[in-house]
């Protein structure tokens, strides 16, 4: 392929790359992040003990994360119908990309809030915060290194979820790589738009690590 | 007409806390009954695993007891509703042996925490930090990260962080345990300070006898979940009457000692004695040459606690001479394997 039609065609690919990813990371996020801080504050030896729905969240977390992509994303054809209006294009899979992201947001943000030192937490208690003070105040701040780095991880994981679009007629780089470059043997479109992937993931991984180094003041 | 009788500080009414371990039940608090009393400086002391660290967590409900009561101003703060304890713990505040600072905000802001909890208008939350590191001496680490800091300031900025909302109590959770001796003296002289100038009352968990010596009025000596000992600390350290206090202090050893093999004469020092140097005294006064074979003592405040064993001389007038000047003396004396 020329380079005159490449070009276009990647950048296209790459837009709707990020028009499917960062949306995607975003409501992740909105569904994640509470249910993350949901499952470390009902442990029983947290701020909010309760294990019962504890162990109700972390089974429906578990359950989504053991579906692979693929399968969720032909599972939800219908819901997704409903709730996007359509179930298939690039728009269209914004909805299971994100049922199948936020419970692994969820289990980052679990990681990265467990963390927080149960004596910084004591201390915030002992001062009479209530616990959403605690929560907003103290173990977010306290774990914004490690939330930012999850937040690259898992943006890297969404982004490697968009590459199978294709399969529900979605567009972006990893539909270019399969359709153009397998299915129609153009090698070179394929190679170009891996290494375009490469380089997006690389800088996202770079920046995240680079960020939650800068704000950490842990150790200096 | 009664006496309208003061209502104490904190009483802790029969406090017991079980714990579920691997080998069925711990008791860390046993039937532990004592009062805290307005502006005093108040020292639990005891071994590890005494239950301390239990107590003074009960007191401010970071733990729940498991029965009895614990009482701040005639109220129990175990009944207490969540909005009642936030209230309570904003004038009972606490500091720890790991300090617990905020890692991701500066000194400044640390302090600023409780100020922030409580809805301190900017302005006026910043001139308070201001004016609270003035008073532990660190003005000039404001921006500083905790990280940057050395334990002793890490410990100061702990204790101006737990005064910013004007606290009543501050309990000091072996605050003073991973500091060195030196730093040590400067948080116990700060907290004297606090005592006397702000009018605070604190509450020591330690098990440093010399902590407890040094600035608390008052002490209880902890043993195996309950009150051995409790008193004015001048008392206390005078007439130990508890097995416990008596380890604390050195007096008893803390395993029987081994058997010297020979003739000995057990000399215990209590703190009671009047000259020193005691032994060199001894020989001088009595002409008798004594034979050391152990010795296990302790300086504390000026006294000398702890105990001693010497050979017991061959002849009978001897020992006499020697048993003598020490009974004078005001120490104590046993034989160990009598002739």
């Known amino acids: 392929m020329s380079m005159e039609d490449m070009i276009p065609l990647l950048w296209q690919g790459l837009l709707e790359t990020l028009q499917m990813t960062i949306p995607a990371t975003a409501f992740s996020y909105l569904i994640g992040m509470p249910l993350g801080i949901l499952l470390v504050v009902t442990r029983k030896d947290h701020i909010m003990p309760n294990p019962r729905l504890n162990a109700v969240l972390g089974t429906i977390v578990n359950f989504l994360r053991s579906i692979p992509f693929i399968i969720l994303l032909a599972m939800l054809f219908p819901v997704t119908r409903i709730v996007m209006g359509r179930a298939i294009g690039t728009s269209a899979i914004i909805f299971p990309l994100i049922i199948s992201a936020f419970p692994y947001v969820a289990r980052m943000t679990e990681g990265a809030l467990i963390e927080v030192d149960r004596g910084i937490i004591e201390a915030a208690q002992s001062m009479g915060s209530t616990n959403g003070q605690i929560v907003f105040k103290v173990l977010i701040p306290e774990a914004m290194p490690s939330l930012i780095n999850g937040a690259a991880i898992s943006m890297v994981n969404i982004l490697g979820y968009t590459a199978m679009a294709s399969a529900a007629g979605g567009g972006g780089l990893g539909s270019i790589a399969i359709i153009k470059g397998i299915n129609i043997r153009k090698l070179d479109v394929m190679y170009a738009a891996s290494i375009l992937l490469v380089f997006l993931v690389q800088t996202i991984t770079v920046t995240g690590t680079g960020v939650s180094k800068k704000i950490d003041h842990r150790k200096r | ?339």
Request: charged residues 25%.
């Open chain 2, 1 to 339: 007409m009664a006496l309208e009788k003061k209502v104490p500080l904190i009483a802790i009414r029969n406090l017991s806390k079980t714990y579920q371990g691997t080998d069925g039940e711990i008791k860390a608090l046993d039937d532990v009954t004592l009062e805290v009393r307005e502006k005093e400086i108040y020292g639990i002391v005891g071994m590890s695993g005494a239950g301390k660290s239990t107590l003074i967590r009960c007191m401010n409900r970071l733990d729940t007891p498991s029965g009895g009561d614990v009482l701040y101003k005639g109220q129990s703060i175990l009944n207490m509703n969540q909005n009642d304890l936030i209230a309570t713990r904003r004038k009972v505040s606490m500091i720890f042996q790991q300090f617990n600072l905020f890692m991701q905000r500066t000194v400044g802001k640390n302090v600023r925490y409780p100020l922030e909890l409580s809805g301190v208008p900017a302005k006026e939350a910043e001139e308070r930090v201001r004016e609270l590191l003035k008073i532990v001496d660190l003005e000039d680490k404001i921006n500083a990260y905790p990280s940057q800091l050395s334990g002793g300031q890490k410990q100061r900025v702990a204790i101006a962080r737990a005064l910013a909302n004007s606290p009543e109590v501050l309990l000091c959770d072996e605050a003073t345990s991973a500091l060195d001796p030196m730093t040590t003296q400067s948080i116990l002289s700060l907290l004297q300070d606090i005592n006397q100038r702000l009018g605070i009352t604190i509450v020591i968990i330690t098990h440093e006898m010399a902590v407890i010596r040094q600035i608390c009025t008052r002490v209880a000596i902890l043993d195996g979940g309950r009150v051995a000992e409790e008193g004015p600390v001048d008392e206390v350290f005078m007439h130990t009457r508890s097995d416990a206090g008596r380890r604390l202090f050195g007096i008893l050893p803390e395993t029987p000692d081994e058997d010297p093999g020979v003739p000995a004469l057990r000399i215990v020092f209590d703190g009671a004695a009047r000259e020193k140097p005691v032994i060199a005294n001894l020989i001088k006064e009595s002409g008798v040459l004594v034979n050391i074979l152990s010795a296990n003592m302790k300086h504390l405040g000026g006294k000398m606690y702890g105990q001693m064993l010497i050979e017991t001389p061959e002849d009978e007038q001897a020992k006499l001479l020697v048993t003598q000047y020490l009974s004078k003396q005001g120490l104590t004396v046993k034989e160990v394997n009598e002739k």
